[in-house]
């Protein structure tokens, strides 16, 4: 079953065009279209709450044991946990509105969601920033060069980010007495407590932290460095031959996979010891997530979404028509992929076989999923779609930038999707 931005239309989003949009969104379950507004409003489809998700397999758990992130953030890491599995026990927003946005080079690195609010992003301009949630740059840290490298928030609620600078970062807000004139000259905002800085190569991958507080990171040197959670030393490294910065997910007996650009996937026990290393036919330039059943769901530079069990066995591999560069979301028996084919594809984990794809008019990134199924999503078409469990358009929203990166999903609720230029939040 295929629903498609593009059978609704082939040009400019004209007010009448986006009206006929809304309701091929949902047209086969009867919902009724919106009214819209014009060009800049949302694209609305279902008239209520998308519907549950199928019962039938059940979701099972795919976040596993969370203790070394920091206790209630909503979204500690890109991915939702350590696993990488895009899945949120928080629900999205039901409503297609910017409630703020906060200009910045934002669009290489995807938000991180503290217990307080606070939104940690990396920024190209080599900056890591604090945003509250009143949508103001409250702290910032200046380090060497291109932040790519999306954070992770640590159990005692600093966020550990690296940088192509070559050094992994603990960061935490200052709440002394620092003002807007504090730290190094051209800085705007008050500078952010660096709780420690350790060299291990450029980073360009996010870092995941394990239930011990070990933090694991991709370098684009082709290195998998282990970090004490203090950051004070490297534990070990293992080679990958990477060039990209795929990011780790953990399974939940703790083995570590990892991506190349080799065309590998990486196995490595807690310990640094390769378990195997499994070559999927093309660079891998995402980022593995990890399933319920320890399956691993990751894309390749080909097209294909791999399925692979826990012992590196090859189980499935479904062909989209692009490239895929971001990561998987796996949940109750449906895995999500975005390809450069401009579609969003939902994957069947048994057998590999698709359920459905929605089409848009732009390369789709990484998604995320809600409790109820909804799939949220951004594309290079600057819009960001909010999909039903069963592949109909709730709404779309005009980010008005680029989206490649995967959104985060807060208390509110809210969605938080970085563009190319700016951090967006979606809310009430």
């Given amino acids: 079953m295929r629903r498609s931005l593009l059978a609704c239309f082939a040009g400019g989003l004209s007010a009448a065009v986006l009206v006929v949009l ?27 709450a998308p519907p549950e998700p199928d019962a039938e397999p059940p979701p099972g758990d795919v976040c596993g044991d969370g203790a070394g992130l920091q206790p209630g953030a909503p979204w500690p890491l890109r991915g939702g946990c350590a696993t990488r599995a895009g899945w949120s026990e928080l629900p999205g927003p039901t409503n297609a509105q910017v409630s703020y946005s906060v200009a910045a080079p934002v669009g290489e690195s995807s938000p991180a969601v503290s217990a307080v609010g606070v939104t940690w992003v990396g920024a190209t301009d080599g900056r890591v920033l604090a945003i509250t949630n009143a949508g103001e740059i409250r702290w910032e840290h200046r380090t060497g060069a291109a932040v790519r490298s999306s954070p992770a928030i640590d159990a005692d609620g600093n966020a550990v980010v690296g940088s192509l600078d070559g050094f992994l970062y603990g960061i935490a807000p200052d709440d002394g007495e620092a003002d807007a004139g504090a730290g190094d000259a051209g800085d705007v905002h008050p500078p952010a407590k660096v709780v420690f800085a350790l060299e291990v190569g450029p980073i360009a991958s996010s870092p995941v932290i394990g239930a011990d507080g070990t933090i694991y990171v991709g370098t684009t040197d082709g290195k998998l460095v282990a970090v004490r959670k203090d950051g004070g030393a490297v534990s070990w490294s293992g080679a990958t ?25 990486y196995a490595f026990s807690p310990a640094g010891a390769t378990k195997w290393a499994l070559d999927l036919g093309a660079p891998v330039h995402g980022s593995p997530a990890v399933g319920g059943d320890g399956t691993v769901y990751v894309g390749t530079a080909d097209g294909k979404l791999h399925a692979v069990g826990s012992s590196g066995v090859a189980r499935w591999s479904y062909a989209t028509g692009g490239a895929i560069t971001g990561t998987p979301a796996v949940y109750a028996g449906v895995v999500y992929v ?34 109820d199924g909804t799939v949220y999503v951004g594309a290079t078409d600057a819009r960001v779609y909010a999909i039903t469990a069963r592949g109909d358009l709730f709404y779309a929203v005009n980010a008005r930038g680029s989206v490649t990166t995967a959104p985060a999903i807060g208390a509110g609720p809210a969605l938080y999707v970085t563009t190319d230029n700016a951090l967006v939040v979606i809310s009430p």
Avoid: M, N
């Avoid at 009867?30 to 409003?41: L, S, Y």
């Avoid at 698709?354 to 990484?366: H, I, N």
């Fill in 338 to 371: 975005g390809s450069e084919d401009k579609s969003l594809h939902a994957v069947s984990t048994p057998d590999g076989q698709a359920r459905w794809t929605y089409a848009t008019l732009g390369a789709v990134g990484t998604p995320v999923i809600g409790p």
């Fill in 241 to 265: 031959s990477d060039t990209r910065g795929s990011s780790p997910a953990l399974g939940q007996d703790g083995t570590i996979y990892v991506g190349s650009t080799d065309r590998k996937l």
């Fill in 22 to 48: 809304a309701s091929c969104g949902g047209e086969e379950d009867g919902a009724k279209p919106r009214e819209d507004a014009g060009a800049d409003t949302a694209l609305v489809g279902d008239e209520t």
